[in-house]
């Protein structure tokens, strides 16, 4: 890492923001000022989750969203202030959200960037006071400045995310996010109402013993992912599963490990979201020396051809990366189930 990139542990954010945005002569502070107003937007969903179980406003809102999931009210809170931020910040021209089923136009033609965004990942976790969070990527956008945003703006290969992070709503509230220059992990202080640089230039393990996985899934997953899964018991490695992707992603940059979400009979795309989840770990978790595929493709190479589409995902240390790609491509085993 370029020592000029450095800044001390405890640096605030909005100044660790304005130094980094410094050291580019042209840039315009619109990016900058848009990761700001995503970390308000954060700041206010963290209260909003802090305060879910006093006033009762956990729950489903009784309707749901475009994957034909429940809507948690939660989600619906989180979904209204990121794009009311954006929004109002007016760097943005467009956004994809989780929770909504087209392309949103902010409204602000000028607006130089595109966002997708899952507001509230891991919603199911909600109710029951477990670690969720929120997933983001910034795009520049393609179409002419001043024109109404388009689908191909937001419909963009993920290795052209200018910024990608996530805010973790854990036992501490922590925003990690990168803009290609290193990952860099802050953590909220409640009591000042600001977030402090507490991990500076994150890093993976390049192997660990952790492996994260719903093995309740796996009469459903192909021959070679049960392969695998066996190595990794065979190998006696710790399982972690949270079931919120954030949070299992989270452990596993701190600790090293593999997330896996492969096809399975059911969802033979898996079931994470490309545009909203996929992508912004791929570019967080490469920045960090980890790695991130579907199985064959690296997700950050996978041209989108949906706002909502799906894809199996294998992300961590790399060598945990390298060994179930070995497996998933092992001839000799039984050919796959799915
Ligand atoms: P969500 O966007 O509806 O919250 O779904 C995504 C979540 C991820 O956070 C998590 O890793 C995964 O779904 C858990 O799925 P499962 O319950 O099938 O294990
Ligand atoms: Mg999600």
């Known amino acids: 890492m370029n020592e000029q990139l450095a800044a001390p542990v405890g640096t605030a954010l909005d100044r660790f923001i304005h130094q980094k945005q410094e050291q580019f002569p042209f840039a315009t502070g619109e990016l900058s000022q848009l990761l700001r107003d995503i970390a308000l937007a954060g700041k206010i969903v963290n209260r909003e989750i ?91 956008r393609l179409s002419e400045q001043g024109t109404p945003v388009q689908e191909r703006d937001v419909l963009q290969v993920g290795n052209k995310q200018v910024a990608a992070g996530y805010l973790l709503y854990g036992s501490s509230t922590m925003l990690v996010y990168t803009t290609g220059y290193g990952v860099h992990g802050f953590t909220y202080e409640p009591s000042l109402g600001e977030f402090f640089l507490s991990h500076p230039n994150m890093t993976i393990p390049t192997s660990s013993n952790i492996y994260s996985c719903n093995e309740g899934n796996s009469r459903e997953f192909p021959a070679e992912v049960n392969a695998y899964l066996d190595y990794c018991k065979d190998k006696k490695y710790s399982a972690r599963y949270i079931g919120s992707l954030v949070a299992d992603f989270h452990r596993n940059l701190l600790k090293g490990g593999i997330y896996l979400y492969p096809s399975t009979k059911k969802a033979p795309q898996g079931k994470l979201r490309l545009m909203y989840e996929c992508n912004a770990l791929a570019y967080i978790v490469e920045q960090a020396g980890g790695k991130a595929t579907d199985g064959s493709r690296r997700i950050l190479d996978i041209e989108p051809t949906e706002l909502h589409e799906r894809c199996p995902l294998y992300i961590g240390s790399e060598e945990m990366v390298d060994k179930v790609e070995e497996f998933l491509h092992k001839e000799q085993l039984e050919p796959s189930l799915v």
């Open 50 to 140: 802090n305060r879910a179980g006093l006033i009762n406003i956990t729950g489903s809102h009784g309707i749901q969203n475009v994957q034909g999931e429940e809507q948690q009210k939660l989600d619906v809170i989180a979904n209204v202030r990121f794009i009311r931020a954006l929004r109002n910040g007016g760097e943005v021209c467009g956004i994809i959200s989780e929770e909504e089923d087209e392309l949103i136009d902010t409204g602000k033609p000028e607006g130089k960037y595109v966002v997708a965004i899952d507001p509230l990942d891991g919603s199911s976790n909600i109710d029951v006071n477990v670690s969720i969070g929120t997933i983001f990527s910034i795009y520049r």
